[in-house]
Structure formats: structure tokens, C-alpha cells
């Protein structure tokens, strides 16, 4: 083969080029000091380097959120040690004002200091760490606390109806201001017999005088509910509601409540709580009048104390509650203020919750999660957190304001439709078994696992569309349910809040976890009872054996239901609830010392009342809630450990994974800048080489 100048030109070119890629290339490799400049360098190293390097960022950003996390704890551990540090104060006030040697003036004077230590409550309430509300659940994005001084007014009832006496001049004062009479103008929807007396006409009387008194009226729901004792159907006058006949056949409480519903009684519904239960509602607080001229079948319908069969007429009425709220405390008095169902004296602020009591949870690390709040019901509020099951009443749903009957239409994911009647339906139990048993449609009704909620699940193996639900013409049932909504998958409901109800089992308290209940201990001035709960499987169990009791007290579900209030029935004692020995009965009810603010409440007000069993009983509350909040920050401190170890164990592992990253991309230094030398030296000698091999000569160019 004859070897040409152009060929060996070539060749040594070629040689010289690569040379001088490998010296460039470890070259740039020397002075970033990375071994992998693309991916084609080393397609394995690459992929292993992408994947660490994803571990590092994910363990970087676990990394952010412990720092949050640390800051949301120490925030909370130095709320609650100042709410300690309230706690004992309000103890030291209780013992002062317990002394024997006290007289009304010094008491009202630490009542006032109580006054303080509750506006301090409140702003502890409302700590935060940059914006996020400490104390406010999952709703943290506004305080959850405010101050506001509320009374409730009871529910006044008259037999027979037309009895009941109006509000009259001078009959109520509020700070010193004369309320005017009602008018028959200020209700119009109530029957005329009782409107005057009605709780929208008390609430349109009070609100006349607002812009002087700051006290503003709200009407809440009336509510009639009926025992039944026997059924049996309705024809004629034999049972009225409000003026308007309900007819029927009735054999039960749900053809009972689906004939109520159907007479179109205006402003009332009905429900039923139980077998042999009615309860009628008008949300907007007109008066309920039943009457009937006693013309049912002797042997037919019959309610406790209402009897329509008895061939008698007869008639009563049942009024709606007015709560009177002022930002500061306000004084009821006058010639006869029961008349609007109040009593007289003073009415302090206490706080009110707009939050919620949910549980937060943040990842501080891989398969690592931690709650980062605590909520206000351990230590502030009261909230017995009822949970859903197919026995809770539909009445009860939306803190109260119930589901309006009706009906809805479903759609499943295969295209059949149905429409679904559920305007006798009167628990969730009975949603969910008409719902699941709709002809037509392949759904599939539960309460969610969490219950708080209903789910609405397509049964089609080949779904083509998505799963509807919605409201019929004129209603907003599905709306009120929580499942009106047009989606791909599984409709899983909004949370339907159910308020306490007689009704509602212990077990379904604290979001199903359940309680189980011993002995509590109620002082009321020189009454002092033991209340054995040991048998009670119902809320409405716990009020029988309350009110049943010696005691002298009332025990009923606040006005957010979502706890109870015991409250003496004599106006110059205030009742307290303590634990027996070890218990924690009162705590599980939300009546020990766990609520802080009722705790101060009733501190305030056994001071201004003169109350020394309610201020001895209070100390013994005010040291289980010192307990208990410091058994909260030791659970804090806890968690703060917990923070810190993740820290410790993932900086441990954040340094592995970047030694492994460093090994797989990064150079060793001294041989590369070895590598560099022999590279250079290498290059040289075939510069050199080549120019000896490359001289030419004139017998080189005659060939």
C-alpha cells in the first residue's frame, strides 16, 4: 500500500484533534471540578446523579417545612404557658374572693379583674405565627376568637294559645333604655293570636332601641317537638299547624312528617328524631300554634300532653329564642322583662369561636408526619365534635339549620338518570338507603370514613360520564347534603357539621373516638350532688339524669350545639361541674376545666354574685385546667423533640446522599490534574512527532 503525504497529513491531524478533546475535555473537567458535563458522558452516572439530587431537594423542602413547623410550636408552647400563667391568676382571684371576710363591693372589684384576665384570654386565642391563627383549626387565616356579651332568651309557651302577654312599655330596660311595646306590625307571618309576643316581635323592639342600648337581637329557630304516643290518621281540624290542616294517613313518624310537609304549612317543616317523634320548625323563629278540635278517632293520633282524639279542642303555642349580643357588657331590668322570656342583671362579654377544632398535620420527612396545632377544644372551648352516622337526624345538620325537603336528581356515569324523593326522609340513614336504592341508577350511598360527610359512589364497570347529583326545580336538598356536583369519580360530600341532639350516642362524640362516662359532681350554692352517668348511652340520657338530679340546675345544648351549659335555676347561685376522685366525665362533656373561658364566666359571675361554694368549687376547676394546659405543653415539647431528632436523622442522611453525589459527579482533583499533565505531555509529542514525519523535501514533491 503506498503511504502518501495527504495520508499521513490526515492521520496526523486526527491524532493531534483527539489529543487535543481529551486534554479540552479534562481541561473543563479540572476547573469545574464535575466529571459529568452531559449526559452522554455517562448515561448511568447521569440518571443516578438526577435521581440524588431529587432526594436532596425533596429532603431540602422536608427541610423548610421543619422550620415552619419549629416556629408553629414555640409560638404555641409560649400561648400556653401564658394561658398558665392566666389560670393561676384567676385561681389566686377565686381564693381572694372565696375568704369569708370579703364584702360585695371588694368582689365586684375582682370581678373586674376577671373582666381583664378574659380580654387577655382572647388575645391569646388569638395567637399567631406570621398570619397563621394557632388556636383556629384549619380555618387559621382569620382570629378565631372575638368578645361579645349574649344571653339567650327561653322559649315561652302558652295553652291555651292567645295567652301569651306581650312585651308592654317599661316591661324591659337594657342600659337604662325603655325597650317601646311590640306592635302587631313587628311579626306578620306568626298567627295573630300570639304575635305580639312572638320572638321576631320582641327582636324587632329591642333592635328599635340598638343605636342607644349597642345590644342587637337575633331570632333564632322555633321548635315544637311532639312525643308520639299513638298513630293514627288525620281528617278535618284535627290537627292544625299555624292555622293550616294536616290530613293523612298515619301510621307512622315518617307518613307523620311526609303529611305535616305536604299540607305547605308556610315558614314550618317537620322532622322526626326518633319513632315516635315530630318536631316542627320554623327557622325564622314565627310562633308555632297547634290546635285541634279533638275530632281524631278516640283510639287514633295521640301526642303527650296534645291530644287530638280526645274530644276536646284545645290549642297552645310555642315562641322562638331572641339572643340579645353586644360587643360590651350590657344590664337587663324593668317592670317585667320575662315577658320577653329574659331575666334581669348583668350580662358580661365571654368569647365566641369562629374556628374550627380540626387536627393540622405537616411532613417533616419521608413517610414522617407530625401535628402542628392544638386545638381549642383541649383547653379553651367546648366542642364535643359530634360525628355522623346513619341515626343522626337531618334536622340537626349544618350546625342546626337542618335539610330542606325535597327531592334530587342523579345521574350515574353510565347515563341513567333517577329521581330521588327525599322529603320524608328524616336521618341520614334514611338518605343513604334511598339514594342506594334509586331505580335506574348504580350508585351506591355511605357515610365517609371520617364521618363527616356522605359519599355517592358510581357501581358501573364501564362508566362513559360523570356522576350528577343536583337539585330539582325549587330546591336545594342535595345543595344542603353536601353532594351537589358533577364529577369523574366518587362524590365525596362537604362536611355536614351535625349539631348535639338528644338523640346523639356518646359513642359518636369526639368525631366517633366516643367517651365513656362515671360520676361528676355539680355544686349549686348550698346544693351539693353527685351525678352518676355510668348508664347514659345518649346526650339526651345525660340531660335526663342532670335535670332529674337535686341539684337545682338546667342542663342544655349551647346555641352552636356543639356543647353543654349547666346552669342553676335559682338567679343569685351559679352552678359548677367538677370530677369525682380521679374522673374525667366532666372533662369528656366539656363542663370541667378544660373550657377557660367559661371557667373565667363563672368566675365573673360567682364574684358578682356573692357565690362562695361556686368560688370554692371554681379553684378545684381553674387547677384542672392549670393541669391540663400543662399537659399540653409537655405534648408540645414533645413534638418539638420530635422535630428536632427528624433534623438530626435527616442531616445525617442529606450528607450520605451528597457524598454519593459527589462520588458519582464530581472529580478526584489529583488525578485529574494527573491526567491533565500526561494529556498535555501526550499532545507535545504528537505535535512533535507529526512535524518530523510531515517535512517534506524535493524528491517529495517529484514523486
Do not use: C, W
Not at 374572693?97 to 388575645?123: F, H, W, Y
Not at 306578620?188 to 312572638?198: G, I, K, L, Q, V
Not at 352552636?560 to 369525682?580: C, D, H, K
Not at 361554694?613 to 413534638?639: C, I, K, M, N, Y
Request: zero cysteines.
Amino acid at each position: 500500500m503506498r503511504v502518501t503525504n495527504t495520508l499521513l497529513f490526515n492521520t496526523s491531524l486526527a491524532n493531534i484533534e483527539k489529543q487535543n478533546a481529551r486534554l479540552l475535555q479534562t481541561s473543563t473537567e479540572a476547573s469545574s471540578g464535575r466529571r459529568l458535563q452531559r449526559p452522554s458522558d455517562d448515561p448511568t452516572g447521569t440518571r443516578r446523579v438526577l435521581d440524588l439530587r431529587g432526594r436532596l431537594s425533596s429532603l431540602e423542602q422536608f427541610k423548610s417545612q421543619r422550620v415552619v413547623t419549629t416556629s408553629l410550636l414555640e409560638g404555641t408552647d409560649t400561648a400556653l404557658q401564658n394561658v398558665e400563667t392566666l389560670l393561676l391568676s384567676a385561681k389566686g382571684l377565686a381564693l381572694r374572693g372565696a375568704n369569708d371576710t370579703l364584702g360585695p363591693d371588694q368582689r365586684a372589684t375582682l370581678a373586674s379583674e376577671v373582666g381583664g384576665l378574659l380580654n387577655q384570654a382572647i388575645v391569646l386565642g388569638n395567637s399567631d405565627v406570621n398570619g397563621r391563627y394557632l388556636f383556629a383549626g384549619q380555618a387559621n387565616d382569620q382570629p378565631p376568637f372575638s368578645a361579645q356579651a349574649t344571653v339567650a332568651s327561653t322559649v315561652r309557651t302558652a295553652t291555651p294559645s292567645g295567652t301569651l302577654t306581650p312585651l308592654g312599655a317599661e316591661a324591659l330596660t337594657i342600659n337604662g333604655v325603655s325597650i317601646r311595646a311590640t306592635q302587631p306590625t313587628d311579626d306578620p307571618f306568626s298567627p295573630a293570636a300570639d304575635a305580639t309576643a312572638s320572638a321576631p316581635a320582641v327582636a324587632a323592639a329591642i333592635n328599635a332601641a340598638t343605636p342607644s342600648t349597642g345590644v342587637q337581637a337575633t331570632v333564632g329557630s322555633t321548635t315544637r317537638a311532639l312525643t308520639v304516643l299513638d298513630f293514627g290518621d288525620l281528617a278535618g281540624n284535627a290537627l292544625t299547624v299555624n292555622g293550616v290542616p294536616v290530613t293523612g294517613t298515619i301510621t307512622n313518624a315518617a307518613s307523620l312528617v311526609a303529611a305535616v310537609n305536604a299540607a305547605g304549612i308556610p315558614g314550618v317543616s317537620a322532622s322526626s328524631s326518633a319513632t315516635n317523634n315530630l318536631t316542627l320548625t320554623a327557622a325564622d323563629g314565627r310562633n308555632i300554634a297547634l290546635a285541634t278540635d279533638g275530632s281524631a278517632a278516640a283510639s287514633g293520633i295521640n301526642f303527650q300532653d296534645f291530644n287530638p282524639g280526645g274530644g276536646v279542642a284545645a290549642s297552645e303555642t310555642t315562641t322562638g329564642v331572641v339572643t340579645l349580643a353586644s360587643a360590651n357588657a350590657f344590664t337587663l331590668s324593668g317592670l317585667n322583662p320575662g315577658n320577653a322570656g329574659l331575666r334581669p342583671g348583668p350580662v358580661t362579654p365571654t368569647a365566641r369561636f369562629r374556628g374550627d377544632n380540626n387536627a393540622i398535620t405537616q411532613a417533616i420527612g419521608p413517610a414522617q408526619t407530625l401535628t402542628t396545632n392544638v386545638v381549642a377544644s383541649q383547653f379553651l372551648v367546648a366542642d364535643l365534635q359530634p360525628a355522623l352516622d346513619r341515626s343522626t337526624t337531618l334536622a340537626s345538620l349544618r350546625q342546626g339549620q337542618g335539610i330542606q325537603p325535597g327531592s334530587i336528581d342523579i345521574t350515574d356515569r353510565a347515563g341513567n338518570t333517577a329521581t330521588v324523593d327525599l322529603s320524608s326522609a328524616v336521618t341520614v340513614g334514611d338518605v343513604i338507603d334511598a339514594i342506594s336504592a334509586a331505580s335506574g341508577v348504580n350508585v351506591t350511598a355511605t357515610v365517609n370514613s371520617t364521618q363527616n360527610r356522605l359519599t355517592i359512589v358510581d357501581d358501573n364497570t364501564a362508566p362513559v360520564g360523570n356522576l350528577t347529583i343536583a337539585d330539582t326545580s325549587g330546591t336545594t336538598t342535595a345543595q344542603d347534603l353536601g353532594i351537589a356536583t358533577n364529577r369523574p369519580g366518587p362524590i365525596v360530600g362537604l362536611p355536614l357539621h351535625p349539631q348535639l341532639t338528644s338523640s346523639t350516642s356518646l359513642n359518636l362524640l369526639y368525631g366517633g373516638r366516643g367517651v365513656h362516662l362515671g360520676a361528676m359532681h355539680i355544686t349549686n350554692g348550698t346544693q351539693e350532688t353527685d351525678i352518676d352517668l355510668s348508664t347514659a348511652h345518649t346526650m339526651g340520657d345525660v340531660l335526663r339524669a342532670i335535670n332529674t338530679s337535686t341539684a337545682g340546675v338546667q342542663a342544655a345544648f349551647n346555641t352552636n350545639g356543639t356543647a353543654l351549659q349547666v346552669r342553676s335555676t335559682n338567679a343569685s347561685t351559679v352552678a359548677v361541674v367538677t370530677e369525682v376522685g380521679g374522673g374525667q366525665s366532666a372533662a369528656a362533656l366539656g363542663l370541667g376545666g378544660h373550657d377557660t373561658f367559661n371557667m373565667l364566666s363563672l368566675l365573673q359571675e360567682a364574684l358578682q354574685k356573692n357565690d362562695r361554694p361556686a368560688l370554692r368549687a371554681l379553684v378545684t376547676s381553674l387547677d384542672e385546667g392549670v393541669r391540663g394546659v400543662t399537659a399540653l405543653r409537655t405534648e408540645v415539647g414533645v413534638r418539638t423533640n420530635t422535630v428536632s431528632a427528624a433534623e438530626e436523622t435527616q442531616a445525617d442522611f442529606t450528607l450520605h446522599l451528597t457524598s454519593l453525589l459527589s462520588e458519582t459527579e464530581d472529580s478526584d482533583v489529583a488525578e485529574v490534574f494527573t491526567r491533565l499533565s500526561q494529556l498535555n505531555v501526550g499532545l507535545q509529542a504528537a505535535l512533535a512527532t507529526s512535524a518530523r514525519i510531515m517535512q517534506s523535501t524535493l524528491l517529495d514533491f517529484l514523486r
